[in-house]
C-alpha cells in the first residue's frame, strides 16, 4: 500500500498534510455573476460543496467510445498493449452536491479520456490481473500519473490541456442545475432520478428514467478499504462542441476537487445496467465499461471555471 500512497505524489491527484478544501474560495474568488435565461443569478467559478464525489475508473473499447465523441478536435486515449490495442480508459462520476449556485443535486457524468488530435498518446501502463486488488489500484495510479505528467507544461502556463475527460453525458434531479450547466459551458445534461446513498462502508447510486420510474443503472461499492489520504484533482474537461453556447470560447474548461480524506480503493461492488434507454447506460453498455477502480472525494469542495476564451 505504501508504494500506492507514493506514487500518487507525482500524479493529477496530490498528497499533502495542508487543506485545500479550505483554500479553493480564497485560490479561485467569485469574480462574476451570470443570469440564466430565466434570471437565476449564479456567480462564477462556480463553486460546489458535497457529500461526496465519486469516479468509478473502468477500461472501455475506444473504438466505441469514437462514435460517442462529438468534437473533431479530440481523440479517445488509447492503450498501447498486446491484445489490448482497442481499450481506452472511462470513469462513470456521482456527485451527492449539497450546495452551489444552483442549490442541491445528485448527478452522474459519464466520461473517458480523451487526446487533442496531434498530440502523442501518453505512455500508459498495460492492465494486468483486473481481479487483484492491488493490480488494480497500482494500474488507476499509474494512468493518472502519466495524464498529470503529459499536461504538466500546459497546467503550469495556465493553458488548456491537451489531454482531458470528454464529459459525454450527465444525468442529475435540479433543473436549475441543468439550465446552468447547459446555458453556461454547454453540458450535454438531462433529468433523471439520481439517489445516491453513502453509508461508512458502502456507497450506493441508483439511476432511474424521471417518467416512467423505470431503473437504468445499479452501482454500489465498498467503501474504506484502500489508501485514505487527502486528495486535490485539477483537469480540464471536454465538451461536445455542438451545444457551445458562446462560439468567444472552446467546449472545454478546468474544474477542481478536493477534499482532506479522499480514498483510492479497488472496486469491490455491482455494476449493473439495467437499460441502454439513456446517452449515459448506452454508453457505459457499448463501451463494454469495466470497473477497476476508484476515487473518491468524501466532503467535497469543487470549482468548475469558465470556458477558455477561442486563441
Known sequence: MMKIKSLLLGTIISLSTASYAADLSESYPITSTTY?????????????????????????????????????????????????????????????????????????????YVKRRGSVDPILPCPGDMTEPSAQLDFT????????AANAAQQAAGKPHNYALYNQHLMLDNPVAIR?????????????????????????????????????????????IGVNLPLHSVGDNVLPDYLLPDYSKVPQLSGVLSSDSGWMMPFVGEFTIHSRASLTTFFLAESDFTPVAVVEFPDVSGVAMPLYNRE
Open 180 to 224: 446552468a450547466g447547459r446555458e453556461i459551458w454547454g453540458y450535454p445534461k438531462q433529468a433523471a432520478d439520481v439517489s445516491i446513498t453513502i453509508t461508512p462502508r458502502q456507497h450506493t447510486l441508483t439511476l432511474n428514467n424521471q417518467y416512467t420510474g423505470q431503473s437504468m443503472l445499479d452501482v454500489s461499492y465498498t467503501r474504506q
Open 36 to 112: 440564466l435565461s430565466d434570471g437565476t443569478p449564479v456567480d462564477m467559478p462556480f463553486h460546489v460543496q458535497g457529500e461526496a464525489t465519486s469516479a468509478v475508473v473502468g477500461l472501455i473499447d475506444a473504438n466505441v467510445a469514437q462514435f460517442f465523441l462529438w468534437n473533431w478536435q479530440w481523440e479517445p486515449v488509447r492503450l498501447h498493449c498486446e491484445g489490448t490495442a482497442s481499450k481506452g480508459i472511462g470513469a462513470l462520476y456521482t456527485q451527492k452536491i449539497t450546495a452551489s449556485p444552483a442549490g442541491a443535486y445528485n448527478e452522474t457524468i459519464s466520461s473517458f
Open 141 to 148: 495510479g499509474k494512468v493518472l500519473a502519466a495524464l498529470a
